[in-house]
């Protein structure tokens, strides 16, 4: 699980980061900004997901549990994202829709490629 939860966290940072330098966001705090909401959030969806999953064994619960985890990682880092980061070009919860979004499907990609 522990393997899971940083593979995880760094090709989340590393997928965002790409999508936000290619969003027009630029400087190094932002950046940082980017990489350190995500190092609190995708550990927690990620570690929740897994526990409801090993607890119940029910993949139906841990999808549930993902998707309502994602709609409020979505809002919570829309509203950080409006309060740190600098000249952002986008609206700041459509910004956060846009990374989590296109994260999430990446992920989803490589891993079918790699399974």
């Known amino acids: 699980m522990l393997e899971s939860l940083i593979v995880s966290v760094v090709l989340t940072i590393v997928i965002e980061v790409v999508l936000s330098l290619l969003l027009g966001l630029r400087g190094e705090k932002n950046i940082e900004t980017i990489i350190w909401i995500n190092c609190i959030t995708n ?18 619960a841990r999808n549930v549990t993902l998707a309502i985890l994602e709609i409020i990682v979505v809002f919570l880092e ?38």
């Open 43 to 60: 550990p927690i969806v990620v570690g929740m997901t897994n526990i409801v999953y090993i607890v119940s064994q029910n993949l139906i």
């Open 78 to 115: 829309g509203f950080l994202f409006s309060k740190i980061l600098k000249n952002l070009k986008i609206k700041p919860y459509i910004y956060s829709l846009y990374l989590n979004v296109l994260s999430f499907g990446i992920g989803l990609i490589i891993n079918l490629i790699i399974k």
